[in-house]
């Protein structure tokens, strides 16, 4: 599949083949139809924000897309469904303080490091892996409108 990758700080995006995403039980994988851009995005490309993030990676944080594959413990989502992707992975065995990465963006200390070794690849590509309870979803939409709910991302942080 095609992505945008960052392979060094302070360079541009390349655009090339990488590996599909694999999924697993208690992931889903998505048809990236929209991905937003942040406002600071040249700051973290760069370097100058200093983001814990491994390199080489996709970026992107969170997208709007259709659901493409499911893992066996999903019962509510269904192939086609509209969905965000919330880049904010969790780790599930710590509910009171748990680890964090933002997928293609950056991680929070060394657990969400962690984290990042599997959810490390953001929206800047055609495909997407999450864990389940990232994939919101969002009813019909029109995929001409898909760039518009990209907002989402923006309205979730306040």
Same mark, same amino acid.
């Given at each position: 599949?095609?992505?945008? =990758?960052?392979?060094?700080?302070?360079?541009?995006?390349? @655009?090339?083949? =990488?590996? /599909?995403?694999?999924?697993?039980?208690?992931?889903?994988?998505?048809? @990236?139809?929209? /991905?937003?851009? #942040?406002?600071?995005?040249?700051?973290?490309?760069? &370097?100058?924000?200093?983001? *814990? #993030?491994?390199? %080489?990676?996709? $970026? &992107?944080?969170? &997208?709007?897309?259709?659901?493409? !594959?499911?893992?066996?413990?999903?019962?509510?989502?269904?192939?086609?469904?509209?969905?965000?992707?919330?880049?904010? =992975?969790?780790?599930?065995?710590?509910?009171?303080?748990?680890? @964090?990465?933002?997928?293609?963006?950056? !991680?929070?200390? %060394?657990?969400?490091?962690?984290?990042?070794?599997?959810?490390?690849?953001?929206?800047?590509?055609?495909?997407?892996?999450? %864990?389940?309870?990232?994939?919101?979803? @969002?009813?019909?939409?029109? +995929?001409?409108? +898909?760039?518009?709910?990209?907002? *989402? &991302?923006?309205? #979730?942080? $306040?």
């Amino acid at each position: 599949m095609k992505a945008a =990758v960052l392979k060094r700080f302070g360079v541009p995006l390349d @655009i090339e083949q =990488v590996e /599909a995403p694999v999924l697993g039980t208690g992931e889903v994988i998505v048809d @990236i139809v929209a /991905a937003g851009v #942040l406002s600071y995005a040249n700051e973290v490309f760069s &370097g100058e924000r200093q983001y *814990l #993030l491994e390199l %080489p990676v996709v $970026p &992107g944080t969170g &997208g709007i897309g259709r659901v493409r !594959a499911l893992g066996p413990d999903a019962t509510h989502l269904a192939i086609g469904d509209w969905v965000f992707c919330d880049p904010t =992975v969790r780790s599930r065995d710590a509910d009171l303080a748990p680890d @964090i990465t933002l997928q293609g963006l950056s !991680a929070r200390g %060394p657990g969400g490091l962690k984290l990042q070794q599997h959810f490390r690849h953001g929206s800047f590509a055609e495909r997407m892996l999450l %864990p389940t309870e990232n994939a919101k979803p @969002i009813g019909r939409i029109d +995929a001409q409108e +898909a760039a518009h709910w990209c907002a *989402l &991302g923006t309205l #979730l942080v $306040p």
